[in-house]
């Protein structure tokens, strides 16, 4: 590929909001057989909103707005949206928040430690069957669930959903038109991952994955072909670095952006196909 024709195409991109660091990208997005999406903010919009509460609606939004407080996740600032809602939101923030990774927070209030999270972080503590039940039902509608207790009891659960991006389901079935195969990996639950999965196309749903461990997965992949990874959150950084093509949304931090070799400025997945396209075209171009 002559330099020439490589500077041609990454500012051909550029002028679409597709930033190519530099014409070896080009190259390498040219090689790759399979393209890994994070879920939360990549696939989805990324702005969760609560759609459903199970159990006594005041105390359950209470106790998980006072936890929430002290979290940044998106989850969290859904929690506290609609605690806003209910006028539920001037209430004191719980003492000795913690943030445990992959599971959700925990504090004390009234004397007692409580918790919003998922089944993970229950240890021995019981969720009653109907509730259970319950619980299914909402993830099979791709609606993450979060259990919200106090001491060695589940009071409720909160159900949030966060919508695909309108492009993703076509940008993933242009991906699997060019013989690419496409991989959801999401720190969420199977069943709300797989409910999503199936609503844009993506061919295999890797869940529950510690955010650390993002990078591995990557890696393993790597064994069948050239990754593409495309992705959003600090926890993304990692495996956009792994990747033989990190790809990553504009609105993602700047730790992200800096991990990316191909930044999307309007985090239209749309932009990823677009990418390969052009770079199919340059490289047979050239040849
Ligand atoms: P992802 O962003 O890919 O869904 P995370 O590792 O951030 O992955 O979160 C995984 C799961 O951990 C969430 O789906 C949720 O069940 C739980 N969780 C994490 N943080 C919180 C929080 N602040 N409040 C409630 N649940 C949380
Ligand atoms: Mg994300």
């Known amino acids: 590929a002559t330099p020439t024709a490589l ?3 990454t ?3 550029a002028k679409h909001g597709i ?3 530099n014409g070896e990208v080009l190259e390498a997005v040219n090689q790759v057989k399979m393209v890994i999406f994070d879920k939360t903010g990549t696939i989805t919009v990324g702005q969760p909103v609560v759609t459903d509460v199970i159990g006594p609606e005041k105390k359950i939004m209470t106790l998980a707005g006072q936890l929430e407080k002290n979290s940044e996740h998106p989850l969290a600032i859904a929690v506290l949206d609609y605690a806003e809602k209910l006028g539920l939101n001037n209430q004191e923030s719980a003492k000795n928040f913690a943030a445990i990774e992959g599971q959700g927070v925990t504090g004390e209030l009234n004397g007692q430690t409580a918790f919003v999270g998922n089944t993970r972080l229950l240890a021995e503590r019981q969720i009653d069957p109907d509730l259970q039940k319950k619980m299914q039902e909402l993830q099979a509608e791709a609606k993450t669930v979060v259990l919200v207790g106090e001491a060695d009891q589940v009071i409720g659960l909160v159900a949030i959903q966060d919508a695909p991006k309108a ?4 940008a993933i079935a242009d991906l699997k038109a060019r013989g690419l195969k ?3 990996l999401t720190g969420d639950n199977q069943l709300v991952a797989e409910a999503i999965a199936d609503q844009v196309g993506i061919d295999q749903v890797i869940t529950e994955v510690m ?3 993002k990078a591995d997965h990557v890696q393993a992949f790597q064994q069948e072909g050239a990754v593409a990874f495309v992705g959003d959150g600090i926890n993304d950084a ?3 670095s792994t990747a033989n093509v990190g790809i990553a949304m504009g609105s993602g931090t700047d730790v992200v952006i800096e991990s990316g070799d191909i930044i999307l400025v309007k985090n239209d997945l749309q932009d990823v196909a677009t990418a390969i396209e052009l770079s199919a075209k340059i490289f047979n171009r050239i040849k």
């Open 7 to 9: 500077m041609v195409g």
């Open 19 to 21: 930033l190519i660091k």
């Open 238 to 240: 990692p495996a956009l």
């Open 182 to 184: 496409t991989i959801m």
């Open 211 to 213: 955010p650390n461990d």
């Open 11 to 13: 500012g051909l991109s």
């Open 167 to 170: 492009s993703s389901k076509k």
